[in-house]
C-alpha cells in the first residue's frame, strides 16, 4: 500500500495518516473503499496496532474515513473530494484548446499523445547533467533561500544572449528578460503592449492556447494564411490596409502546428510590410532550438528592432524548469519587465541557477544535436507509417517534433479525433488550431511518438473501413472502444 | 579574475570567450576598460597564450572589444550593454512601489533593507534539508523532463490541504490551485473574476504590488481603512452600499504593512457585509505562516464560500522556489485554472516536487517555530530601539515580520525616505501603502532587519537634528550622504 520512512522526524502515526489521506484525495482510495484491518495494516507496515488506531482515530474525526463497528473502516462517501477542477475540465470539452494542453501535460493518462507537443520524458533525460542541480545551488548566493532578480540573473541573461548570437540574433544581456516559458511570454507581451480591441495578425494555422489568450484579452484576431515558405504576404498586405493591426504574432522558424519554416526572403517582406504600416512583430521561437540547420529569425534581418523575440528552454532541455525568455528594444523590455513584477514578481532563483549550470556545462550543445538526430530518424519512420495509413504529407518539415498531415477526403475529422480518444490515442484535429476554430482537414503529428506502430495500425484501420464503405465514419463515432 | 572548469568538455578559449562576455555583460567590465594582457591572462589562467588569442580575437570579431595595438585590448564604447531595464526604473522612481519591489529582491544593492518585504537569506537557510532536491529529482517521474499537472501536482495538494486543515480551514486536494507565489494568485484572481469598471474595496494601507495590479486591469478601488484588530467595518458597510463592489481583497492575518491581525468577531461581520451585499471575498494569508499562535481565517469561517483564499511559501520557507496556492470553491476554482493554463500553462515540476518534499520531511513545523522566536526576539529589540530613536509604535503586531511605525509631526516623510537612501538605507513611507497615495507618517519596518543599530542610529540623529530646529528636513533632502 505504502511505506514509512523510519528516519523521518514525522512519527509514523502522523506518516500513516497523511498517506492515507493522499490516497483519499487522489481517489486511489475512493469513497466506500474498505481500508485495511488495523492489525493487518500495522503487520504489514511493522508498527503498533496503537500507530494505526491513531491515525485511523484522526481521519475519522477528519471526517474523511468512517468507523462501521466489526464490519472495518471505510472511506466516507461525503470525503468524495471534489471532482478535480481538472476532472470537470474535461466533460464534453474534447476538442477544447485548455483540454487538449491539460491532457498533453498530464502523464497519468496513459494514452498514446500522438499530437502533443512536448517529447517524450526519456528524450530528455541527458539534457541536464545529474549533478547540474546540486552544482546550480552550491554556486547560487544562498540555496533555496536565494531571490531572482526580477528581471533575471545577469549572468544568465548574458548565457542566454550568446546563445543567441550564436543563431545570428545581435543582443546582450540587458535586452532579455526571463520567463516562466513562452506562455508566459505571450501573455506579458498581450498585457503590456495591446489594448482590448486593437487589431492583431496571427498566422492560421497556430498556436491554440495564444489564441485563447488573445480573444481573452479583448484583441480582435485577423487569421492570416500560413504557406510552407512563411506568411501568406497577399493577405499579410491586405489585411494591414483592412485593419490597421498592432501587432503580428509570428513563428518564423518550425511552425506550429504545420512544422514549416519562413524563409529568409518571406521574413525580409514581412518587416518591410510591418515597418511601412507601423505594427509590431512578436516572433515565437520556442522550437527554434530543435532546427537542425542556420534558419533565418526576424529577430537577426531586424536587430530587434519593432520584433519583441521570445523563446523557452521547456521543449528541448527541461519542461520541469520552465524557463523561458524574451528579447526587445530596451523601451519594450521596460514595460515587459513592469508586467512581469505585476503577473508573478519574479521567476524563480532555484529554476534560474540550474539553467545557467546546464547552460555551462557544455552538455546543451551535444543534448541538441543528438535529439536532432533522434527526431529525423522518428520523422523518417512517422512520415513512411503515416503515409502506408492514408495520411497525405504534402510538405514535411525539415525538423522539429510536427508532421501536418491531412485525411483522405470523405472522412469526418471530428468523428475520427473522438473514436482515437476512445481507442486511447490522443490526436489534435486542424480546427483546434484555426484561429476562427473552422473545420480543416488536417491532423498535427508529433514524429515522437507517432512512429508508434499503433498509430499507424489503428488510423489505417479507420481509413479502409470508410474507403470500404461498409463502415462509416458516422458509424464509428458512436461504436463503443475497439480494443 | 576567474576561474576555469578543467572538467568541463567545453574548450578552454570557449570557457574564457564566455567569461569575459559575461563580464562585459554585467558591465563588471565596463565600456573602454583595458582587458588584462594575453600573456598576463594565458599566465593566471594557466593556459597557453594562444589559448586567450583566439578567445579575444572573437570577442573582436564580434565587436565586443577594440585591439588598440600595442596599448593592448579595451572593452568596446559601442558594447555599452543597453542600461539594464532594471536600472532604466530607478532613475528619478525613488518611491515607486515597482522599483521598490524590484530593490528589495535585489542583493547586489547592499542597502540596509530596513522596509524590505523579506527575511534575510540566513534565516531560510534550514527551512528545506540540503538533501531534498536530489530526494525530490528521485521520487518524480522523470527527473528535470517531469512535467506538472496545471492545477499542481495531486500529493503536493494534498499536503498543502493537511497544512490548511491544520489550520482549521476545510479544504482537499481538489479545491486547490498551486500559482508562482502570491502575486501570481492576485493576478489570476483579477483576470479571472473581474471585470475592467469593477468597483473592488481593498483595505487601506496595503499592499502595493497588488493596487497596481488592480488599477493596470481597470479596476475602481475603493480604500476602506485598516484598524489594528481588522477592517473599518462602518466604512466597510457604506461602501458596499455607496460603489456595489464586486470583490473584497483582505489580509485577515498579520496585515502588510501594519502587522495586525483581525479579530474572529470582525470578520464574522465582514462575511455577514459579503453575504448581505453580494461581493466576493480574496483573502491574502502570504504573512500567514508567521503567525505564533492560532489566528482566525475568513477561510475557516466562511468554508470557503464565497471566499478566494491564497498564500505562499515564498516568505517562510524559500524565494528561490516561488511557490503558492489558492483555495477556492470548484466553481471559482475551474475558471482561476484555466487563466493560470492561458497565463503560463502550468507551474514548475521541479519547484513542486522540492516544496513536496519539504513539506514531507517533518522539517517545516520545527523550521516556523524557530524563525517565530527569532522574529519575537528581533521585533522587541527592534520595537525597543526604534521607540529610542523616535518614531511612535503605537499597536505592535503580535508576530510576523512588520512594524509599523509613525514619525513624529513636523517631519518630511518623502525627504527623510530619500535622504536615507543616501545613506543606504531603504525604507517604505506610508504613501507607497496608500491605495490612493496619500501622504502618511508612516514607515514600514522589517524587524528583522530593524534591529540593526545603524538603522536606529540614523534616525536618531535626524530627528534630533529637526527635533532641534537647527537642519531642517528640507535641507536634509538637498545635502549629499552623511557618512
New interface residues.
Given amino acids: 500500500m505504502f511505506s514509512l520512512d523510519r528516519d523521518?522526524?514525522?512519527p509514523l502515526a502522523?506518516q500513516i495518516e497523511?498517506r492515507l489521506?493522499?490516497l483519499i484525495?487522489?481517489a486511489q482510495l475512493p469513497p466506500g473503499a474498505k481500508l485495511m484491518s488495523i492489525r493487518r495494516l500495522a503487520g504489514q507496515l511493522g508498527v503498533s496496532p496503537n500507530t494505526v488506531v491513531t491515525a485511523y482515530d484522526r481521519l475519522v474525526a477528519?471526517g474523511l474515513i468512517d468507523s462501521r463497528g466489526t464490519a472495518g473502516f471505510f472511506v466516507a462517501e461525503t470525503?468524495t473530494?471534489?471532482?478535480?477542477?481538472?476532472e470537470?475540465?474535461e466533460a464534453g470539452e474534447e476538442q477544447e484548446p485548455?483540454w487538449l494542453?491539460?491532457q498533453a501535460?498530464?502523464?497519468?493518462a496513459g494514452v498514446l499523445l500522438a499530437s502533443s507537443g512536448?517529447l517524450p520524458?526519456?528524450?530528455?533525460?541527458d539534457?541536464?547533467p545529474?549533478t547540474a542541480?546540486?552544482r546550480a545551488?552550491a554556486k547560487?548566493?544562498?540555496?533555496?533561500?536565494?531571490?531572482?532578480?526580477?528581471?533575471g540573473l545577469?549572468?544568465l541573461?548574458?548565457?542566454i544572449?550568446?546563445l543567441m548570437?550564436g543563431q545570428g540574433i545581435a543582443v546582450?544581456?540587458?535586452?532579455l528578460?526571463t520567463t516562466?516559458?513562452g506562455?508566459?511570454a505571450i501573455?506579458l507581451i498581450c498585457?503590456t503592449l495591446l489594448q482590448?480591441g486593437d487589431s492583431v495578425l496571427v498566422e492560421d494555422p497556430g498556436y491554440f492556447?495564444m489564441f485563447?489568450?488573445l480573444r481573452?484579452a479583448g484583441l480582435r484576431l485577423v487569421p492570416i494564411k500560413r504557406r510552407p515558405d512563411g506568411i501568406d504576404l497577399n493577405q499579410l498586405e491586405a489585411a494591414c490596409v483592412e485593419h490597421r493591426p498592432r501587432m503580428l504574432f509570428i513563428q518564423s522558424v518550425l511552425h506550429n502546428p504545420t512544422g514549416w519554416s519562413s524563409s529568409a526572403a518571406n521574413l525580409h517582406r514581412v518587416l518591410m510590410l510591418a515597418h511601412q504600416h507601423g505594427f509590431l512583430i512578436a516572433e515565437d521561437d520556442v522550437q527554434g532550438h530543435f532546427h537542425p540547420g542556420s534558419p533565418t529569425r526576424l529577430a537577426q534581418l531586424s536587430g530587434l528592432d519593432g520584433v519583441i523575440y521570445y523563446s523557452s528552454f521547456c521543449k528541448a532541455m527541461?519542461?520541469?524548469?520552465?524557463m523561458g525568455y524574451i528579447a526587445a528594444e530596451?523601451r519594450l523590455?521596460?514595460a515587459l519587465?513592469?508586467e512581469k513584477?505585476?503577473?508573478?514578481?519574479?521567476?524563480?532563483?532555484?529554476?534560474e541557477?540550474?539553467l545557467l549550470e546546464a547552460l555551462?556545462?557544455?552538455?546543451w550543445r551535444?543534448h541538441l544535436d543528438r535529439l536532432q538526430q533522434r527526431l529525423a530518424a522518428a520523422r523518417l519512420a512517422s512520415t513512411r507509417q503515416l503515409r502506408q495509413a492514408g495520411l497525405l504529407l504534402e510538405h514535411p518539415a525539415e525538423g522539429g517534433l510536427f508532421l501536418w498531415g491531412a485525411l483522405p477526403r470523405g472522412v469526418d475529422v471530428d468523428l475520427l479525433v473522438k473514436d482515437a480518444y476512445r481507442n486511447a490515442i490522443l490526436l489534435a484535429r486542424g480546427a483546434t488550431f484555426s484561429a476562427d476554430g473552422t473545420s480543416d482537414p488536417h491532423l498535427r503529428f508529433n514524429v515522437a511518438f507517432s512512429q508508434q506502430p499503433r498509430l499507424a495500425g489503428y488510423l489505417q484501420q479507420r481509413l479502409q473501413a470508410v474507403a470500404g464503405g461498409n463502415a462509416t465514419l458516422r458509424r464509428l463515432g458512436t461504436t463503443p472502444a475497439k480494443d
Fill in positions: 523521518s522526524p514525522v502522523d497523511a489521506r493522499a484525495d487522489s477528519a470525503a473530494t471534489q471532482a478535480d477542477a481538472a470537470l475540465l485548455v494542453a491539460q501535460n498530464d502523464q497519468r512536448a520524458a526519456a528524450w530528455l533525460e539534457a541536464i545529474a542541480v546540486q545551488l547560487s548566493n544562498a540555496g533555496l533561500a536565494s531571490r531572482c532578480p526580477p528581471q545577469p549572468e541573461r548574458g548565457a544572449a550568446m548570437r546582450d544581456a540587458g535586452r528578460l516562466w516559458g506562455t508566459h501573455d498585457k482590448p492556447l485563447g489568450r481573452q527541461s519542461p520541469a524548469l520552465r530596451p523590455l521596460k519587465l513592469r513584477i505585476y503577473s508573478i514578481l519574479t521567476t524563480g532563483a532555484l529554476n541557477f540550474v555551462s556545462s557544455g552538455r551535444k
